[in-house]
C-alpha cells in the first residue's frame, strides 16, 4: 500500500503556527480575542476590527494556498492511495460476503434445530410446571380434606348431654389433628405444602364450617372443665379416675391449640393453658377471700365460710398432684430436644405464680388480701369489731383447722411425696393467715 509523501518534504517553511490551530485545547474565541487585543488599545472606543479580520482572512488565504499546492503536487500519489484503498476494501468485502452468507446460514440450521424447539420445550415445560402445581395443590387440599373429615368423625365421638356418654380423650385427638391442619395450612412460603391453598374455595370453607368453629368449641369445652374442677371429700376412686381423665384431656387440649406460629421452640409456652389454670386459682381465691371477709363481720357463718374456703383449697392440692403427675404431651412443632425438658405441668404454673406450692401461694395470697378487710372491720369499731374481738381465740383456732384441712386431699389424689401427715407441714401459711386476721383485730 503506498505512502503518502511528507507535506514538509515539498513545502517551503510557512509563518503560519500551525501548531496553535492542531493543538486539541485549540479555542476559536480565545484565538479571535488575543487578535483583537493585539492590534487595539483596550481603551480604544469603537475597536477596530479591521486589521484582525485582514490578519485572519489572509491566514485562511495563506493556508488555502498551501492546500493547493500539496494536493497539486500530490496528486498521482494521492490517486494511487485512493485505488489501493479501494481495492483493498473490495477484497475485504468478497471475504466477508462468502463469510456472512456461510454465517446466515448457519444461523438459520441453528435457529430451526435449536431456537424453535427451544420455543417449544420451553412451552411444554410451562405446561408440565402448571400441571404439576395442580397436582401438588390436589394433594394438600386432598389431605386437608381428609383431615377435615377426620376432626369431623373425632368431634363426634366427644358426645355429649343428648348421648349420655362423652368421650373426653376426643378432646386431645382433636387437637393433634387440629395441628396437622395447621402444620399444612399455616406452610404459606412458596414451595411449601400449604403455598396457594388459601385460594381454593374448599379450603376456605373447610377452615369456616369445620376447622375454626371445632377448634373455638373443644377449646370452651376443655376451659369449662378446668373452670368446673372440685373433688367433693367422698370422692371414690372411679369418680377420682374420671375426674383426673377429664381434667388431663382438657389441659393437653389447651397446651396443644395454645398459638405456636412464629414462636421460637424455647421461648414458646402454653398460653391458653396457663391462662385456663390461672383463673382457676385466682377465681378460687377470689371466692374464698369474698366468703371469708363476710363471715368476719358474720361470725354465726364463719364454719360455713370456712368450709367452702377449705374446699377451694383442698381443690387446688388436688390439681396440684394432678399437674405434678401429668406430663407434657408430645408437641409435634416442638420436640423434646428443641425445649426445656419438663417431667411434669406443675412447674409452668408454679413459675408462672412465681411459687413452690399452689397450696402456700393459696394461703399467702388470701392473707394479703384479707388483712386490708380485717383492718376495716377493727377501724369502723361498733358491735362486729367488739364480737370479733371477744371470739379471737375462737377465730384463731378455726382458721388454723382450715389451713391444715385445706392441704389434706382425698387419700385417692394423695401420693406419699405430697400428702401433709403433720400440721407443722403448713405451719407458716398458718401463721401467715393467723397473723393477717388476728393481728388486726387488736385488743
Not at 488555502?64 to 496528486?75: K, W
Amino acid at each position: 500500500m503506498a505512502a503518502l509523501p511528507d507535506p514538509q518534504s515539498i513545502e517551503e517553511p510557512s509563518y503560519i503556527d500551525y501548531e496553535t490551530f492542531l493543538s486539541p485545547d485549540f479555542a476559536p474565541a480565545s484565538f479571535a480575542n488575543s487578535l483583537v487585543l493585539a492590534t487595539n488599545n483596550p481603551d480604544d472606543s469603537p475597536l477596530d476590527l479591521a486589521t484582525p479580520l485582514s490578519r485572519v482572512l489572509f491566514d485562511a488565504q495563506e493556508i488555502d494556498s498551501h492546500i493547493d499546492l500539496l494536493t497539486t503536487r500530490s496528486a498521482v500519489p494521492l490517486l494511487q492511495y485512493t485505488q489501493s484503498q479501494t481495492q483493498a476494501s473490495k477484497a475485504i468485502v468478497a471475504q466477508l460476503d462468502a463469510q456472512i452468507s456461510s454465517l446466515n446460514d448457519s444461523y438459520k440450521q441453528l435457529e430451526k434445530e435449536v431456537i424453535d424447539k427451544h420455543a417449544e420445550a420451553e412451552e411444554i415445560r410451562q405446561v408440565a410446571l402448571r400441571l404439576w402445581e395442580t397436582l401438588r395443590l390436589g394433594r394438600s387440599m386432598g389431605r386437608c380434606l381428609q383431615l377435615g373429615r377426620q376432626l369431623q368423625v373425632q368431634f363426634s365421638e366427644l358426645g355429649g348431654p343428648s348421648t349420655g356418654k362423652t368421650d373426653y380423650g376426643a378432646l386431645v385427638r382433636c387437637s393433634y389433628t387440629i395441628l396437622s391442619l395447621r402444620e399444612v395450612l399455616d406452610s404459606r412460603a412458596p414451595g411449601e405444602e400449604g403455598h396457594g391453598l388459601d385460594k381454593l374455595n374448599a379450603i376456605k370453607n373447610l377452615q369456616d364450617t369445620v376447622i375454626v368453629p371445632i377448634e373455638r368449641r373443644i377449646s370452651e369445652v376443655s376451659e369449662r372443665l378446668i373452670r368446673e374442677f372440685a373433688i367433693p371429700s367422698n370422692i371414690t376412686f372411679a369418680q377420682s379416675e374420671d375426674a383426673r381423665s377429664r381434667l388431663t384431656s382438657a389441659m393437653s387440649t389447651l397446651y396443644l391449640l395454645s398459638p405456636s406460629m412464629g414462636v421460637q421452640p424455647e421461648k414458646w409456652s402454653p398460653k391458653l393453658l396457663l391462662q385456663a389454670l390461672d383463673t382457676y386459682v385466682r377465681s378460687a381465691l377470689q371466692g374464698s377471700t369474698a366468703a371469708l371477709s363476710r363471715s368476719l363481720g358474720q361470725l354465726p357463718t364463719l364454719d360455713k365460710s370456712l368450709v367452702e374456703v377449705v374446699s377451694h383449697c383442698q381443690n387446688i392440692a388436688s390439681l396440684e398432684l394432678i399437674l405434678e403427675a401429668t406430663e407434657p404431651p408430645a408437641h409435634p412443632f416442638f420436640p423434646a430436644s428443641a425445649k426445656k425438658k419438663q417431667h411434669s405441668l406443675i412447674q409452668l404454673l408454679l413459675s408462672r405464680f412465681e411459687t413452690s406450692s399452689l397450696i402456700s401461694y393459696f394461703w399467702r395470697s388470701m392473707a394479703s388480701n384479707i388483712s386490708a378487710r380485717v383492718q376495716e372491720i377493727a377501724s369502723r369499731g361498733g358491735i362486729v369489731a367488739r364480737t370479733l374481738r371477744t371470739n379471737k381465740n375462737v377465730v384463731g383456732d378455726a382458721i388454723r383447722q382450715a389451713v391444715i384441712k385445706g392441704g389434706q386431699t382425698p387419700n385417692v389424689f394423695s401420693s406419699s411425696k405430697k400428702k401433709p401427715s403433720v400440721e407443722t407441714s403448713w405451719d407458716r401459711e398458718i401463721a401467715v393467715m393467723m397473723g393477717s386476721v388476728l393481728n388486726n383485730i387488736g385488743r
